[in-house]
């Protein structure tokens, strides 16, 4: 599994030098929207019924002030807008770069 060995914060971007050398950038604003937390993406319960998800999916001017590791699988951003709360493991943002 591949991890991440520097993080910066470069203008509007977040930028990961991941341990195989690869080098990853993120536009602050798509990364708020592709916050895998149940605040963007709502959740089920176990009869099928969603619940959140249903806010903004465009998140213009909002940056990343901050981040945590969390664990050997995952990093918390923290944005400007309030948000703290998705967990984006290192699978989900190599996933996130490809596309």
């Not at 993080?7 to 509007?12: A, H, R, S, V, W």
């Not at 995952?74 to 944005?79: I, K, V, Y």
């Amino acid at each position: 599994m591949q991890t991440p060995v520097n993080i910066q914060l470069i203008g509007q971007e977040v930028a990961i030098i991941w341990s195989d050398g690869t080098e990853t950038y993120f536009p602050m604003g798509k990364l708020r929207a592709a916050s895998p937390s149940a605040e963007n993406i709502g959740e089920r319960d176990i009869l099928g019924n969603q619940y959140g998800g249903n806010g903004p999916k465009q998140f213009p001017g909002v940056i990343v002030t901050g981040w945590e590791q969390v664990g050997n699988y995952a990093l918390r951003f923290d944005f400007s807008d309030g948000h703290r709360t998705g967990l984006y493991s290192y699978d989900y943002l190599l996933d996130l770069a490809r596309h």
